[in-house]
């Protein structure tokens, strides 16, 4: 975009640089939009600078500000959860990140500042307790300058103006709607996920998530597609976990080892933090296998289901009709004998020791030095 001057036809990138020239050069000054409206007393001020200036002066408001220093991006973020709750509030992005050559900077405001504007046909009434937002500028906010080293600086005015800290205007937070749609996933219903919840207030400190309400339930069912049995979570380990729970607390468990990512097993230590397996059989192909498992067993390897780059490994035997029946599943980022080991133990202690007459395989010699274990 560019910004031409409409007396001389001079253009600009950026109209700052027009307006400076339309001063200097043709003396004209440009009246500056007066966006930033006190919540006082609807005073208007051409920036933020000024703004406080008029808090000070016509209010005697004084608004607080302190520099604080992160070593990494998650010991802020922690900090930030931390002065939510604390102070009953909610900062919000005002817009995308910027780039600078050394760092990137994002702003976060008061999520009660602002002006409300519908977004709908205005059929619905608004809500009895009214708009969250003040229709002016609250002074609270965070700027966060993310170095390239992994540190954050942070700017952080901690003044509140225009509004009360009330519960009633707060949002759960993305752990609690992910812990809550983790329940609804696991067939959990809702009067007993909302009793769990309202057992937990403590001396009558009451949060945002003791006043949730069926509705509520309602809407992260449906903004996680919890409804459909398939997907029990738009976040695929979420999901996955969900199903683990909901498989292994029924009558039939069929998963014999599970282990998520960002998880350090103490019991497994050849496996990373990065690592991912899951170990499936049921009850139906522990018996097949302990029937057949002494003729023929086959352990076929499966690439590229999906993105993770996991691979299906199946261990297969021969059945009365000589037909290949699955009758054990691991899931994994990995298929080297220390994974393999773990997949053959597994299934030992389920159905005890296999002596096949004939083995086969399309995998590496890694699976053999991992059938030792068996």
Known sequence: MIFQCHVCDKVYPKKGNLNRHLLEVHGLQIEQKKLFVCALCNERSTSEKCLFEHLQSAHEVDVKCEILHFSTADEFQKWKEETEQTTLSKFVKRRGSHAKVDSEVVSYICHRSGKFVSRGKNVRCLKLQGSSKIDAMCPAKMRVDMKKNGTC?????????????????????????????????????????LDKIRDTVVDSNLERIHLITRQDLHNIDQSYNLSFKSIR???????????????????????????????????????????????????????????????????????????????????????????GFPCAFLISNRNDSQMLSIFFQHIKRQVGSISPNVFMSDLAESLLRGMMSW
């Open 233 to 323: 979570h738009h976040n695929d380990a979420i999901s996955v976990e969900a199903w683990v729970n909901e498989v292994n607390g029924g009558d039939s468990p069929c998963v014999l080892f599970y282990k998520p990512q960002d998880v350090v097993l103490d019991s497994y230590p050849q496996l990373k933090r990065s690592d991912f397996a899951l170990i499936i059989m049921n009850n139906a192909q522990g018996e097949i296998l302990k029937k057949y498992g002494n003729d023929c067993v086959c352990v076929d390897g499966t690439h590229g289901l999906n993105g993770y780059n996991f691979e299906l490994i199946t261990l297969l035997v021969l059945d009365d009709l000589r037909q």
């Open 153 to 193: 600086c942070v700017k952080y005015v901690s003044t509140h103006v225009g509004h009360k800290s009330e519960l009633c205007h707060l949002q759960l937070t993305k752990r609690e709607r992910e812990c809550i749609a983790a329940d609804i996933a696991s067939g959990i219903p809702f009067s007993v996920i």
